[in-house]
């Protein structure tokens, strides 16, 4: 940090550096810059938070190779800004640029946290319900824009169970180009139907298309992402009604 910050900000940005840190499983860097100075605070007011960190670890399997973080104005507790909590008393706007790399994508897959959201989903196919039951997914980033993946799933229609693998390769949706799927394989198992394959496609499209996601305290939408060999770049925009506390990772 600039060494003309005010002391009221080294101090509280240094707390709240000291409160993440605990929280974190790992870290190789984590900066946190608070904008401000003791009248705005007293007044419950900050002029932004900026937050900079390498390989942060948040439990076992959840990791990110690099997140930068602005925040604009934020409307704050005082009593708890002079500790180094930022609470908010209003929502607050946020742009950021998260690195994530294969590896850390395939770890995490594996994670409780993350499997739990890879539960069996169910489409309506023509009135028969499908449901798919994710047994492994694997994540390679090739480069030239292109995301690779291969999967297991456990595939129940018409009252049968049976196995199916995949192999697909697609760009994903950018600022200047729709989400393309330039290729999908079976690998294992029968194949699917048209009828299923159209359905798959029309509840993709539906994700891709959603103005924002939801998770806690927090709605976020991705306004770009670019695939580089072994990394993924996202440009996310967020609103953040608190700042999400990292215990709730905990599985």
Same mark, same amino acid.
């Given at each position: 940090?600039?060494?003309?910050?005010?002391? &009221? &900000?080294? =101090?509280?940005?240094?707390? %709240?550096?000291?409160? #993440?840190?605990?929280?974190?499983?790992? %870290?190789?860097?984590?900066?946190?810059?608070?904008?401000?100075?003791?009248?705005?605070?007293?007044?419950?007011? @900050?002029?932004?938070?900026?937050?900079?960190?390498?390989?942060?670890?948040?439990?076992?399997? #959840?990791?990110?190779?690099?997140?930068?973080?602005?925040?604009? +104005?934020?409307?704050?507790?005082?009593?708890?800004?002079? =500790?180094?909590?930022?609470?908010?008393?209003?929502?607050? !706007? %946020? #742009?950021?640029?998260?690195? @994530?790399?294969?590896?850390?994508?395939?770890?995490?897959?594996?994670?409780?946290?993350? $499997?739990?959201?890879?539960?069996?989903?169910?489409? !309506?196919?023509?009135?028969?319900?499908?449901?798919?039951?994710?047994?492994?997914?694997?994540?390679?980033?090739?480069?030239?824009?292109?995301?690779?993946?291969?999967?297991?799933?456990?595939?129940?229609?018409?009252?049968?169970?049976?196995? =199916?693998?995949?192999?697909?390769?697609? $760009?994903? $949706?950018?600022?200047?180009?729709?989400?393309?799927?330039?290729?999908?394989?079976?690998?294992?198992?029968? /194949?699917?139907?048209?009828?299923?394959? +159209? %359905?798959?496609?029309? *509840?993709?499209?539906?994700?891709?298309?959603?103005?924002?996601?939801?998770?806690?305290?927090?709605?976020?939408?991705? *306004?770009?992402?670019?695939?580089? +060999? /072994?990394?993924?770049?996202?440009? @996310?925009?967020?609103?953040?009604?608190?700042?999400?506390?990292? &215990?709730?990772?905990?599985?």
């Amino acid at each position: 940090m600039p060494d003309d910050h005010r002391f &009221e &900000e080294k =101090f509280i940005s240094q707390e %709240a550096e000291r409160r #993440i840190s605990e929280k974190l499983d790992d %870290a190789e860097k984590i900066e946190i810059d608070v904008q401000t100075d003791l009248l705005k605070i007293v007044q419950g007011q @900050v002029d932004g938070v900026s937050v900079a960190g390498l390989g942060l670890v948040i439990q076992e399997g #959840i990791r990110v190779q690099e997140i930068k973080l602005q925040t604009d +104005t934020i409307d704050i507790n005082p009593l708890s800004a002079l =500790f180094g909590q930022i609470e908010l008393n209003q929502p607050v !706007n %946020a #742009i950021g640029r998260i690195v @994530v790399t294969e590896v850390d994508i395939n770890h995490a897959l594996t994670s409780n946290f993350v $499997r739990s959201w890879m539960q069996k989903f169910e489409l !309506n196919v023509d009135g028969e319900i499908v449901s798919f039951e994710p047994q492994k997914i694997q994540v390679f980033l090739p480069g030239e824009g292109k995301i690779e993946c291969r999967g297991k799933v456990l595939l129940k229609e018409m009252g049968n169970t049976r196995p =199916f693998a995949y192999t697909a390769l697609l $760009r994903p $949706r950018t600022s200047s180009q729709p989400a393309m799927l330039e290729s999908f394989n079976c690998t294992e198992g029968e /194949g699917i139907s048209i009828e299923l394959v +159209t %359905a798959l496609m029309q *509840k993709a499209k539906e994700l891709m298309n959603l103005p924002y996601l939801k998770w806690e305290d927090m709605a976020f939408s991705i *306004k770009d992402i670019k695939v580089e +060999t /072994g990394s993924l770049v996202l440009l @996310v925009e967020t609103q953040m009604k608190q700042i999400p506390s990292l &215990e709730i990772l905990s599985p």
